[in-house]
């Protein structure tokens, strides 16, 4: 059966490595930050893009021979900011995934389950993470802020796994 796929992607941030970087468990998981409601769905980008090619032909062959090279991936989240009714972020609340990757340079776990279930649905052992894994942050850049406060950051893969299921 197909489903929309409206309100149905679950974005774990954790700052604590995952025992297995690969198949992290569904109690690590729900122990991480989720920041599903904390980053606009609308410029949402966490997927693999075309891998890298080279050349590969043999002296035998015709026409040309490419061969697969390392993945790429497009991976930027814009997070909408949380501030305390006292004034402030809110470090410790709904602001805390932000606060995670709003330095350059910081290095976090990011997983994202996309399926039939609900975002707010915890974590289940089997549950399937089409990608997700450790990433570096770049500087937050300001986007049009029409709306709500934002920041955009962009983040550079540095251990990615694909289609993978909690354990």
């Known amino acids: 059966m ?3 796929a409206d ?7 954790t ?6 970087e690969g198949a992290p ?5 729900n122990a991480g930050i989720n920041i599903s409601c904390n980053v606009l769905d609308s410029d949402f980008n966490w997927t693999n893009t075309d891998s890298a090619t080279f050349d590969e032909k043999p002296a035998c062959a015709t026409g040309q021979v490419l ?7 497009d991976l930027a989240l814009t ?5 305390l009714e006292a004034g402030g972020p809110d470090v410790a609340g709904e602001d805390k995934g932000y ?14 389950r996309e399926t039939d279930k609900e975002s707010d649905e915890a974590w289940a052992a089997g549950d399937e993470i089409y990608l997700g894994g450790r990433v570096q942050s770049d ?7 029409d709306g709500n406060i934002k920041r955009r950051i962009k983040f550079l893969p540095q251990r990615l796994f694909e289609n993978i299921a909690a354990a």
Request: proline residues 4%; hydrophobic residues 35%.
């Open 2 to 4: 197909k489903t929309l």
């Open 7 to 13: 309100g149905k992607k679950r974005i774990t941030a």
């Open 15 to 20: 700052t604590t490595k995952p025992a297995n």
């Open 25 to 29: 468990t569904a109690i690590e998981l």
């Open 67 to 73: 061969a697969l090279g390392a993945s790429n991936y």
């Open 79 to 83: 997070y909408i900011r949380e501030y």
């Open 99 to 112: 606060q995670a990757v709003k330095t350059k340079g910081s290095v976090v776990w990011i997983y994202v």
């Open 139 to 145: 500087s937050p850049a300001r986007v049009n802020n």
